[in-house]
């Protein structure tokens, strides 16, 4: 796999390197040096394919180094993609794919669970330690605590994320896990804990063997590119030139992997960048202008974020050309009304329940759906993890799932710290 720097492309690495050091010397990200399509034969026979095979048959595509040898990358991908994907028909051009399947019920599953094996594979083959060092907005903490939780092997992890700015259940699934997971309450926002893990990765004194498990890591991202390919050959329409799929965006590592999949040959009309009120990034897709931003505080807390990492990833597929971005992806905004709105009326006329961060992608499709457009909407969480909203949202009292039930007679283990990186940096060398 050849990867390069988005800020020098002549800083180049191998996979194995990009997944274990994920931010390059000079401070960019890792990124393609170049998307071939997928050939015909394998764009014609998707809906014949397993998620396991699918990933397979993208992942070699892309290793054109063979990094990973078929055996064992068949293996990863079968142990990693057996998560169910349903994809639910509310109406004849509008479906959901629930990618909430997975242990922690988010979408992160498939790409935490797809590191942690990948980093596992080469962990074994040359007894290295590696740490874990990951902000989250809610979901990936979770997630990563799960994944790296349950590998037999020398991984520690340490998982920033802003304090009272999560739900309560994102905040125990992290919090509660095995010993080599240590979480970090933030006072900030997620920008702050980003910012803090970056500058961590520019640290000479402590960024020995770190490495992170959020979208920084392309081999996160990686994971995110193949259930496109799975939701778009599963969908029952028969025409599917129209199909248009809307993603919440916040971090945009999400719609990233889907604008790498339309780049592979995946036949969409196009993505819609669905944000709430911290709309940086459906600013920059309707103006090509990235604003400077305060975080405001809402309902879909994930996207909770001012900064998005992966724009630099699109901006470089993109080759900094707004216009061409432009044609792939709408950039839409849904506030904290509009948000309760939809999860009430998606109720009142289907019996479905959805969560913020769903209600705010279907609110945009409904902003720009024309009349042959066929919606497909990423639904990224279950709703339990945001359960006073929906409640309120429907009027309804809802049961929680078993699996985080049990989670509230668990101790908590969290450290706090303010949001200086100095600060942070002294109370990691302690407790690391």
């Known amino acids: 796999m050849k990867l390069i720097s988005t800020k020098n492309n002549n ?51 892309l290793d054109n180094n063979n990094e990973i040898c078929d055996n064992d990358l068949k293996k990863i991908c079968e142990q990693t993609f057996n998560i169910p994907l349903p994809i639910k028909k509310l109406e004849n051009n509008l479906y959901v794919a629930e990618l909430f399947h997975g242990n922690t019920l988010a979408f992160k599953d498939f790409g935490a669970t797809f590191l942690a094996n990948i980093m596992n594979y080469f962990i074994n083959q040359n007894t290295q330690d590696i740490h874990i060092l990951t902000a989250t907005s809610g979901d990936t903490g979770g997630a990563v605590a799960d994944a790296f939780g349950n590998i037999n092997g020398n991984i520690k992890v340490s998982i920033l994320y802003p304090k009272n700015k999560i739900s309560k259940v994102q905040e125990y699934q992290m919090t509660t896990q095995s010993k080599n997971i240590t979480c970090y309450e933030i006072d900030g926002t997620f920008d702050h804990c980003q910012d803090i893990v970056k500058r961590a990765f520019m640290d000479n004194e402590i960024n020995n063997n770190l490495s992170s498990a959020n979208s920084i890591n392309i081999g996160r991202l990686i994971a995110q590119i193949f259930y496109y390919f799975y939701i778009y050959a599963n969908t029952p329409v028969q025409n599917k030139d129209n199909i248009v799929i809307s993603i919440p965006s916040g971090n945009v590592g999400n719609i990233t992997g889907c604008l790498i999949a339309k780049k592979l040959g995946l036949n969409i009309k196009t993505c819609i960048g669905a944000c709430n009120i911290n709309n940086t990034f459906s600013q920059y897709i309707n103006s090509g202008i990235t604003p400077v931003k305060k975080v405001i505080e809402t309902y879909s807390n994930a996207m909770d974020i001012s900064n998005p990492s992966n724009l630099e990833r699109i901006k470089h597929i993109y080759n900094n050309n707004i216009e061409q971005i432009q044609q792939d992806v709408i950039g839409t905004t849904t506030n904290d009304e509009q948000t309760v709105n939809t999860i009430k009326n998606i109720y009142e006329k289907y019996g479905y329940v959805i969560d913020p961060h769903t209600a705010v992608a279907i609110d945009g499709f409904k902003q720009i759906q024309s009349n042959n457009d066929v919606g497909i909407i990423i639904s990224t969480a279950h709703y339990c993890k945001f359960l006073n909203i929906v409640e309120k949202a429907i009027n309804q009292k809802l049961s929680l799932p078993t699996r985080v039930d049990n989670l509230f007679s668990k101790q908590t283990n969290k450290i706090s710290s303010n949001n200086d990186y100095n600060e942070w940096k002294k109370i990691f060398m302690v407790t690391v």
């Not at 050091?21 to 401070?27: I, K």
């Open 11 to 61: 800083i180049l690495s191998s996979f194995k390197n990009a997944i274990f050091y994920p931010m390059p010397s000079d401070g960019g990200l890792w990124t393609f040096k170049e998307i071939k399509k997928m050939d015909d034969t394998f764009l014609k026979t998707l809906h014949k394919m397993s998620l396991p095979d699918i990933s397979y048959n993208i992942f070699k595509h």
